[in-house]
């Protein structure tokens, strides 16, 4: 060995520690030696140090000059700025000092208020091999021996000038949130120091350990033979209606499983074939198929078989479009639905069945409340668009404005017609978006309104209504309009007459009430959501989905008009408060209105008028949820969960949605759904895919369909580059800017494209992805770092899009130039200026970024920072097994109320279990081990905010056998 390269370590085991005051010191595993200082007053003179007594080899005792090379850090910095926006400031220079001692000398001493950040780092400068912003934190110093063979070195931390002392480059002021007493902050000083990686030499080049290596555990194969058939149980909200209902639902498949283009024969259990149209809609990076929307008419509950490699077959009676003298007509072997020219008004001109007029036309209104008179607006159709056009299933797209009669524009609106091969159905899904010169409009009411024949004795049936008795009625009178006694007549066969409107409206979360005329007629907690008339030659049942949810809404029919209504007009809707949430469309706000109409010759059936409710309410749709979990399509980990670990989470996950209640269309009040913020829906669809339970799988429609329709920017002129953006979630979710990294949530709207086939998310997913790309790489916030890197590493494992791929690498260079490389920490500014560390929860998101960006890309340079990112949140942040502070902003721990916490232990686990996947570090496993024991043994101190990243605990748990 060269003189050049001879060199002695100290090993962490041979320093011992001794302080005084309530100075601590501890090692951990990355072979870092801690000293600590609480968040109290100082004193001077109190100190904490570690001591080594060392040998020299004769090699270096002879040498006339001999290097010491060590590591040193601490979690403290003594600049601030002016303009401190939301950062308090409590800056100590001049107090605390880091020193070394050789045989009791001080050889070299800093400041720990010294600031060890270079100047910002500017995306220009920096490339795959920038240099992290922070100075090098080896040192290394030139000694004398003189014929030494023993040295004593000691790593202090040392009090010079208390706490309570003011020097003049001290300031002190609290940040927005703080509760701490102003006093408290001047004087309470906080610090932690570490040292490691010493080492004497004849070279003045610093010592730099290498990383360990571990085996990385065995893996489950990936499975890569074509099955010869996937079997799924159609899911149903109850029994079918006769008649049968379509399906529309994503499928996912295992990598490698089928080859894209492959031919699919759908049969039911009975070896049936079903007509199906199949269309792959993502593909994993081999080119096979990763998820498969199946479109098909269910004649009934039960197992289905998509045979792969087979070919599938046509329908009876195929759906078709026909262009005539008088526009576009859609045929499906039962209905006859003519829309008409391109231009024209509202959704279709006519419906027939056998040649007899069924209804319409069917046009669109909307009224606001232009605070002191009325403006109503019709919708004008303008282009229609056949979007998809085969044997199964025909979806027109309809465009058009919403104008009055003098003009005045509202802004658009768009609708899909669904015709489906063989059924009497026409299923129609419309939104209309504010562009008027309103912030907020003031909605009285947005119907669809559709002209019906006359039929005399025809009766209307709103569904379960209970009749109103009159100590009921008096009960409720004093919020009712129009007044008198309730109408003796059965509610479930009221009679059609000219000139009287039958009403059903749903008016509050826990009240529905059904009319005749002004006259109450029946009562419910929770209409039903439809109306059935019964008639000599008609009969319909007209659905409206989310009826009692998203209220209010109502039904009316009279015996020549049938109106489906959202915020349906009554006589105190000119006296509704202002702030009350259902009747507000902020500007570039979208609503929309989801309803089905069943036309038959004879009268259906209550119940079969109930079982098409059912599926109009919740779609069926094809699922296995082994299937779906196993087959690695989605971040929710194997079907099969750690004991004790599900019961644990499943309060917490309800809490933070299905157990959220429905508060009207507009959902104003509520936070539950952050706009799209950590990951909620995806929650949703994760507990559906564990539990089974299909409202779950309601609450993750939901939701992205409120992000999609409420959240998203669809117009606004003064910021134009906001369109497509989502708004920060805020008290009426449309009055906050446009959102930046940490919102820019893609993921749920595309997961519900690609378990629905809704076009409009993935319409929505495209567009916030475009806005993912704008944003700035370089935040210095492990989540805005970490959110966007996760989006823009999934839409690269979508699309093969290079421009997600440039971004990804991006965002990788700034997670690497703010991860400090020996102690494996994102240094987030979190309250105040000075502390600067990891903020568990927030390096949780970048946690999950590294993940994506390694599975998408298989970037080792993602792995190694999610692996010094976990080194740095069990060695620092875990002062206990599986607990985590909240911030490095002591202030922050007091004022959660917990200096240590299993809130995010779901996230880090996670983080832990995929690095031990990958890795096979024993450290990772017994971190993933800790998290887990955690959170059985903390139920009640548990957030599940990223809840992607929690699978990784249970694939780790699996592949563990523990």
Partial sequence: MSAETFRVCVAAASWLFNGNGPYTGQTDFRGLMQIHHPWVTSAEGHQGAWRAHVSLPPD??????????????????????????????????????????????????????????????????????????????????????????????????????????????????????????????????????????????????????SPRTWQAPNAATTQTKQPEAVTLNLWTPGDLPAAGYPVRCGVPMPEGCCPAGTKIRLERADGEAVPVVITETSHWPDGSVRWLLCEFVASGPGSYRLRLGQPGVAPASPVRVERGEQGLTIENGTLSIRLGNEQGEGLFEQITRDGLRMAGPCRLSMKLNRVGWLEAFVGDRRTITVEREDAVRVVLRLDGEMRSKEGTRLGPWQARVQVWAGLPY??????????????????????????????PGA???????????????????????????????????????????????????????????????????????????????????????????????????????????????????MTWRHDVPFVRLGRGESKRQTFALWFEHQAISAGQADAFNACVQDAPRLCDRTWFLDCGALETGPAQLPAGVDDTLAPHLAA????????????????????????????????????????????????????????????????????????????????????????????????????????????????????????????????????????????????????????????????????????????????????????????????????????????????????????????????????????????????????????????IGGMCGYAWLQTGNPAYLQGMRDCRDAILAHPDDVSLDMVETLGWIYAASAASGQ
């Avoid at 993935?762 to 700035?776: F, I, K, N």
């Avoid at 700034?814 to 568990?840: C, K, L, M, S, T």
């Avoid at 970048?846 to 069990?874: Q, Y």
């Fill in 60 to 209: 270096l005792a002879k040498a006339q000059r001999v290097y010491l090379s060590f590591y040193q850090s601490d979690n403290y910095h003594g600049s601030h700025r002016d303009e401190h926006d939301w950062l308090g400031v409590q800056a100590f220079n001049g107090h605390r000092f880091k020193q070394l001692l050789v045989d009791g000398q001080v050889v070299w001493e800093q400041d720990v208020a010294t600031d060890e950040w270079l100047e910002p780092v500017q995306p220009a400068t920096v490339d795959e091999q920038a240099e992290p912003a922070f100075r090098d934190g080896c040192v290394v110093l030139t000694l004398e021996p003189r014929g030494r063979k023993e040295l004593d070195l000691e790593f202090r931390m040392i009090d010079r000038v208390a706490s309570t002392t003011r020097l003049p480059d001290d300031m002190f002021w609290p940040y927005s949130w703080s509760t701490q007493d102003p006093a408290r902050i001047a004087s309470h000083f906080q610090t932690n120091a570490f040292f490691g990686d010493v080492a004497l030499s004849l070279s003045d080049q610093p010592y730099r350990p």
């Fill in 426 to 455: 026409v299923l129609v899904d419309w939104r209309v978006v504010n562009e008027s010169d309103q912030s907020m409009a003031m909605l009285l009411d947005w119907s669809a309104q559709m002209e019906m024949p006359k039929q």
């Fill in 459 to 573: 009766t209307a049936d709103f569904g379960a209504f209970e009749p109103i008795t009159d100590e009921q009625w008096a009960k409720e009178s004093w919020s009712r309009a129009g007044g008198g006694k309730p109408m003796k007549a059965d509610p479930r066969a009221m009679r059609v007459v000219d000139n009287i409107d039958l009403l059903c409206r749903q008016e509050q979360a826990d009240l529905a009430m059904t009319y005749h005329a002004t006259l109450p007629v029946g009562m419910a907690s929770r209409a039903p959501g439809y109306v059935r008339l019964s008639g000599n030659e008609v009969s319909l049942v007209a659905s409206m989905r989310w009826f009692a949810e998203e209220y209010p809404k109502g039904i009316w029919i009279r015996s020549d008009k049938l109106a489906l209504c959202t915020l349906p007009e009554a006589l105190e809707a």
């Fill in 656 to 907: 933070s949605g299905i157990d959220i209640p429905r508060l009207g269309h507009r959902e104003y009040w509520d936070t539950a759904w952050m706009n799209g913020y950590r990951g909620r829906a995806h929650a949703g669809l994760l507990r559906h895919l564990i539990t089974g339970d299909p409202r779950w799988l309601r609450y993750f429609d939901a939701a992205c369909r409120h992000n999609a329709d409420v959240d998203l920017i669809r117009y606004c002129p003064e910021h134009p580059d906001w369109v497509g953006s989502i708004h920060q979630y805020s008290a009426d979710h449309t009055s906050g800017v446009a959102t930046g990294n940490i919102g820019l949530n893609t993921d749920d709207q595309l997961e519900h494209y690609l378990l629905t086939g809704d076009p409009d998310s993935l319409e929505a997913a495209r567009g916030l992805s475009e806005h993912v790309l704008q944003c700035y790489s370089f935040a210095r916030s492990a989540r805005a770092v970490g959110w966007p890197l996760s989006q823009v590493s999934r839409w690269y494992d979508e699309t093969d899009d290079p421009r997600f791929l440039a971004k990804s690498r991006e965002l990788l260079q700034a997670a690497r130039a703010f991860i400090e490389p020996r102690r494996g920490i994102f240094e987030d500014r979190h309250g105040v200026w000075n502390y600067q560390g990891a903020v568990p929860f927030m390096t949780a998101y970048l946690g999950h970024g590294l993940i994506r960006c390694h599975r998408a890309t298989g970037n080792p340079e993602a792995l190694r920072l999610l692996c010094l990112l976990v080194d740095g949140l069990l060695a620092e942040c875990s002062p206990q097994p599986g607990m985590f502070v909240y911030s490095p902003n002591p202030e922050n721990n007091l004022n959660m109320g917990r200096p240590a916490t299993a809130r995010w232990t779901t996230n």
